[in-house]
């Protein structure tokens, strides 16, 4: 079990952001030639932490957009299913996401494309 040095206990705890706050919308298309179709999109924001248990440094805060874009496969008679494309990182951002000592620090998830079917019988 480590043990904590009693100056280490007024510290902020370390690798946990203080604040982090996220919001997603998405609109769907009911009419017209764009009729089943949902964009949406996504920001996570996380504010700074420290690292180490002595807090000799801060991690920088860092902002992540996603997007969605969805249609709906009713117009081609399969109601219920739908296919999506999902986009995590949009922008591509680097950021260091924590870090437990000077030079052991773990990087934000890269740009990732998720593309998913799914079907209701």
């Given at each position: 079990m480590a043990r904590l040095k009693?100056?280490?206990l007024a510290n902020t705890s370390a690798q946990v952001?203080?604040?982090m706050a996220s919001l997603w919308g998405d609109y769907t298309?009911?009419?017209g030639a764009l009729s089943?179709?949902?964009l949406g999109t996504g920001r996570y924001l996380t504010s700074s932490s420290c690292g180490g248990l002595a807090n000799i440094f801060k991690v920088g805060s860092y902002t992540v957009v996603d997007a969605l874009v969805r249609?709906?496969?009713a117009?081609?008679?399969l109601a219920g299913s739908n296919v999506?494309?999902?986009v995590n990182d949009l922008l591509d951002h680097e950021c260091v996401a924590s870090c437990f000592s000077k030079y052991g620090c773990f990087w934000g998830a890269e740009r990732q494309v998720?593309?998913?079917t799914s079907f209701r019988f």
């Open positions: 009693t100056a280490q952001p203080e604040h298309f009911y009419n089943g179709l949902t249609y709906a496969l117009r081609v008679s999506a494309l999902h998720v593309t998913t």
